[in-house]
């Protein structure tokens, strides 16, 4: 079955990066874009972008250009994230979905990882 | 304030038909299709409807979605206390480059 397995939870300073992994399995991981999406405490889901693991092809979020790079390992089946310059804003549970037949198609979601970031 | 439009909450009763409503514009909703995903708390969100009204395997055939023009709705009948749920619409935005969710619908079976 397809499984998208996160990182653990993470406590950063402000101005720190994070850098949160989802390996894949289950499944053919280059024949699915993952994407990023994440959930600030009380608010809603925000897209951060999308990484094609076949190619390296990556859209980012507006909010985020600048800030966010998305990475993958083919060889062990592993997306990453990482977010720079972190402020309290940050704070929100972050999570990797498999992705394919449009940007806003998830169909499988990691558990989530918890970033928390507080000086 | 999300690009996409939707109540804050809705409710209903066990057994009744429930619509939560999704309003965007000509360069998401209106040009690109729309898909809504339940989100539980403590877990993962998941996608119950695709492509406006397409539902993934194992999902209950009492969740349906539609499209007309620049809004979509999800409908929910036969309600069950376990829909209480979260649901949020999400899609494409042209205008943006990049997906677009609704602020989200806090259901309650009451």
């Known amino acids: 079955q397809v499984q998208l397995v996160q990182s653990g939870a993470e406590v950063k300073k402000p101005g720190a990066s994070v850098k949160v992994s989802c390996k894949a399995s289950?499944?053919?991981?280059?024949?699915?874009?993952i994407s990023w999406v994440r959930q600030a405490p009380g608010q809603g889901l925000e897209w951060m972008g999308w990484?094609?693991?076949?190619?390296?092809?990556?859209k980012y979020a507006q909010t985020f250009q600048g800030r966010v790079t998305m990475t993958t390992d083919t060889s062990t089946s592993t997306a990453y994230m990482e977010l720079r310059s972190l402020t309290s804003d940050d704070t929100a549970v972050y999570y990797c979905?498999?992705?394919?037949?449009?940007?806003?198609?998830?169909?499988?979601w990691g558990q989530g990882t918890l970033v928390t970031v507080s000086s | 304030q999300s690009v996409l439009t939707q109540p804050p909450s809705a409710s209903g009763t066990p057994g009744q038909r429930v619509t939560i409503s999704c309003s965007g514009s000509?360069?998401?909703?209106?040009?690109?299709?729309v898909n809504w995903y339940q989100h539980l708390p403590e877990t993962a969100p998941k996608l119950l409807i695709y492509?406006?009204?397409q539902r993934p395997s194992g999902v209950p055939d009492r969740f349906s979605g539609s499209k007309s023009g620049t809004s979509a709705s999800l409908a929910i009948s036969g309600l069950r206390s376990e829909d209480e749920a979260d649901y949020y619409c999400?899609?494409?935005?042209?205008?943006?480059?990049?997906?677009?969710f609704g602020g989200g619908t806090k259901l309650t079976v009451v």
């Open positions: 979905a498999r992705t394919r037949d449009g940007y806003s198609k998830f169909d499988d």
């Open positions: 289950g499944y053919t991981f280059t024949s699915y874009g």
């Open positions: 990484i094609s693991p076949y190619n390296g092809n990556t």
């Open positions: 000509s360069s998401n909703i209106g040009g690109n299709y």
């Open positions: 492509r406006n009204d």
């Open positions: 999400a899609a494409w935005d042209d205008r943006l480059s990049g997906v677009v």
